[in-house]
């Protein structure tokens, strides 16, 4: 699981965004971490570490960064979360924020402006909001079979399994009055 993204300019080392934070403060040091990724970032920036990605541990952490047009991404995971989900995650993030304009970015001159940008958070919001939109599908659902699946399984099944029982019943009756019948006759 991500556990910390931030996001900053290459050029001079300005951090643009932090995303949601999924540490437990009692057992992790969130603070810590935090200064740890924004200290990669300065050493991205001045250039002590390649523009390109990388994986780097700390601790039981990894900070897995990609750099791409002059923005960097970093996410901090768990170092047994698979480096291939981390950099995926990472070039997600990296396409959505493409679709910033460049110049609103390289005029942006306090750090964290970009505080709200959540790309995940904003997708589940997104989602729940266009929702209430559309207009529910006209499914009736029983209180007898809670789902309307289970409403149309039983609608379909419902005649044949009486039809079953009825001549389940029609045929045990004949057989048990055949019986009487042919216990009289004796």
């Known amino acids: 699981m991500v556990k910390l993204t931030i996001v900053g300019r290459v050029s001079d080392g300005l951090c643009l965004a932090k995303g949601p934070s999924y540490m437990n403060e009692e057992h992790e ?13 300065k050493e991205i920036s001045r250039g002590a570490l390649p523009p390109s ?12 960064y990609l750099v791409e047009k002059g923005i960097a991404f970093i996410a901090l995971c768990e170092s047994s979360y698979p480096r291939k989900l981390a950099f ?6 990296q ?3 493409e679709k910033f304009d460049s110049n609103l970015i390289n005029k942006i001159t306090r ?10 958070e904003r997708r589940r919001h997104s989602d729940l ?8 599908p006209p499914q ?7 789902s309307p699946l289970l409403e149309v399984i039983a609608l379909k099944w419902t ?17 048990i009055h055949a019986d009487n019948n042919f216990m009289i006759l004796n």
């Open 29 to 41: 040091n969130s603070s810590f971490y935090k200064q740890q990724g924004e200290f990669i970032f």
């Open 95 to 97: 396409k959505e924020f």
């Open 140 to 146: 009736a659902v029983s209180s007898i079979w809670c």
């Open 88 to 93: 995926h995650y990472l070039q997600d993030l």
């Open 129 to 136: 909001l266009e929702r209430p939109l559309l207009p529910p």
């Open 111 to 120: 750090p964290y402006s970009f505080v709200k940008f959540e790309i995940i």
């Open 159 to 175: 005649p044949i399994a009486l039809i079953i029982a009825v001549a389940t019943v029609v045929l045990w009756v004949s057989i």
């Open 53 to 64: 990605r990388m994986t780097i541990r700390v601790d039981h952490h990894c900070f897995n």
